[in-house]
């Protein structure tokens, strides 16, 4: 198993400019999720997916849209980026069901820069 | 969500155990203790969780006192590649949209 995978791994965006984070799982997980990280802090939650067709937003989602056509694909998408949108970017899956007895399984990330 | 308190940093010698304090006192019936470790620009990896009993794994072990307003992660033989950030949180059993990350303990193991 690959387990989580994400591209790119940098990416240098102009303001204003859009593109889509990639993350994929091979293990069947029904719960996909995406963090931003920024210098020195936790990681927060920007949206979640509980399985295909279903989305829901977390803590930080204004400018960021997600979609979930696939059990395995959880694509990010940055509208108009902004330089507050700087961050390093995870995302995680984890098996479905009662969350508070399961692990989550991270990619990678993704380092963002918006000049 | 319930808070987890955490010392900023801790210390360690390499092959030295290492007890890593985790307060929540606010704790419901229903949540679980849960540990991250974050390695230099990687991804949180997790370690081990539990809800009531002490839990062994084969990367640590995890103390809970019986109030359960408190656990402690315990790394038996520190390694260098084990300096990272650790993050303890409490997931509710019902809780299926996130982790509530804080800014944990950054764990620094001399050779």
Redesign the interface.
């Known amino acids: 198993n690959a387990g ?1 995978t994400q591209t790119p791994k940098f990416q240098v965006l102009k303001t204003g400019q859009s593109m889509t984070l990639q993350c994929a799982q091979d293990m069947n997980h029904e ?1 996909m ?1 995406w ?1 931003r990280q920024d210098p ?6 920007i949206h ?1 997916s ?1 399985g295909a067709g279903i989305t ?1 937003q ?2 930080v989602p204004n400018g960021y849209n997600v979609s979930r056509s696939t059990t395995e694909d959880f694509p990010l998408r940055l509208l108009s980026a902004a330089p507050s949108q700087t961050s390093v970017y ?1 995302c ?1 899956s984890s098996p479905a069901g ?4 399961d ?7 993704t380092r963002l820069t918006v000049t | 969500d319930a808070k987890t308190t955490q010392p900023n940093s801790m210390e360690s010698n390499e092959e030295e155990p290492v007890h890593l304090p985790c307060n929540h006192s606010t704790i419901s019936g ?3 203790i ?1 540990w ?1 470790r974050q390695l230099p ?6 370690v081990i ?1 539990g ?1 009531t009993s002490n839990v062994n794994n084969r990367m640590a072990s995890l103390a809970i006192a019986e109030d359960r307003k408190s656990s402690t992660l315990i790394l038996h033989r520190a390694t260098l590649r084990d300096a990272a950030v650790y ?1 303890c949180i409490l ?14 303990t950054r764990l620094q193991v001399f050779p």
């Not at chain 1, 020195?40 to 939650?45: A, E, N, P, T």
């Not at chain 1, 692990?103 to 990330?109: L, T």
């Not at chain 2, 299926?96 to 944990?104: E, S």
């Open positions: 989580v719960y999720s963090y020195g802090m936790g990681l927060r939650l979640y509980v829901d977390g803590e995870f995680a009662l969350a508070g007895d692990e989550q399984y991270f990619g990678p990330g | 229903t949540d679980y849960h991250y620009s990687q991804g949180p990896e997790y969780h809800l993050y997931r509710a059993l019902y809780n299926t949209d996130k982790l509530i990350f804080g800014t944990g």
